[in-house]
């Protein structure tokens, strides 16, 4: 199993930007990665997904503001977030799928 530890969570104002890490305890470069967030109360969703040669994909609500970015070199993917809102404030996560185990995850909270 590859296990992961993201970092780079803070406080930060609406409209700011943070960029998350994802460090991985293996090779990443045959897996797709996906970047997650949950709010307390609510069930963990998936906020995007870097494939093995690049592509992205993203849902909707965060299109335009996040990117998902990775060097499997370092065996680390980032989460770059831009235009942030308070409805991003949650903890993200990143997983090659959900029934990996999960790390502890990053706090992000967007002050309004």
């Known amino acids: 199993q590859v296990q992961f530890v993201e970092s780079g969570g803070g406080l930060v104002h609406a409209g700011g930007s943070l960029r998350l890490s994802c460090a991985a305890s293996?090779?990443?470069?045959?897996?797709?990665m996906g970047w997650y967030r949950q709010t307390p109360g609510k069930q963990r969703e998936l906020v995007g997904r870097i494939f093995t040669r690049g592509s992205t994909y993203y849902i909707d609500s965060v299109k335009g503001r996040f990117t998902i970015l990775r060097d499997n070199a370092k065996n680390t993917v980032y989460l770059q977030m831009n235009s942030l809102k308070p409805e991003d404030t949650a903890v993200y996560y990143c997983?090659?799928?959900?029934?990996?185990?999960w790390g502890q995850g990053t706090h992000v909270t967007v002050s309004s």
């Open positions: 293996g090779s990443i470069i045959i897996y797709v």
């Open positions: 997983n090659i799928n959900t029934l990996n185990p």
